[in-house]
């Protein structure tokens, strides 16, 4: 069966950094477009960043552009979310999702998702 298996969350001070990676395993990772998204307390899960299938074309929301990068490893069926100068309202469960075709920014389009890891930022 398919299986996401993010990793890489933690605790983290204001304008630190955090590397998130999520593993893929039984589907054609090489053929499926990849997003993050995340999740805080009491609020809607919200697109973070995608990235294609093809060409590595990526996408990000606006509250992350130029902070935070997405890539994948088709070699290692794996797919990046390198966060830097985070800021406390980046707190959230980050979920790593997949889905066929080209990428989306909602989550409703989605077909797998991983079970999310914690990412604290303290201020």
């Known amino acids: 069966q398919v299986q996401l298996v993010e990793s890489g969350g933690g605790l983290v001070q204001a304008g630190g950094s955090l590397r998130l990676s999520c593993v893929a395993s039984g589907l054609p990772f090489s053929s499926y477009a990849m997003g993050w998204f995340r999740q805080a307390p009491g609020k809607e899960r919200e697109f973070v960043a995608a990235i294609s299938w093809s060409f590595g074309r990526t996408y990000y929301a606006d509250s992350v552009k130029g902070r935070f990068t997405i890539s994948r490893d088709n070699a290692k069926n794996t797919v990046y979310l390198q966060m830097n100068s985070l800021k406390a309202e980046d707190t959230a469960v980050y979920y790593c999702?997949?889905?066929?075709?080209?990428?989306?920014?909602?989550?409703?389009?989605?077909?797998?998702w991983g079970q999310g890891t914690q990412v604290t930022v303290s201020s």
């Open positions: 999702a997949a889905k066929s075709g080209t990428p989306a920014r909602a989550y409703v389009e989605y077909d797998y």
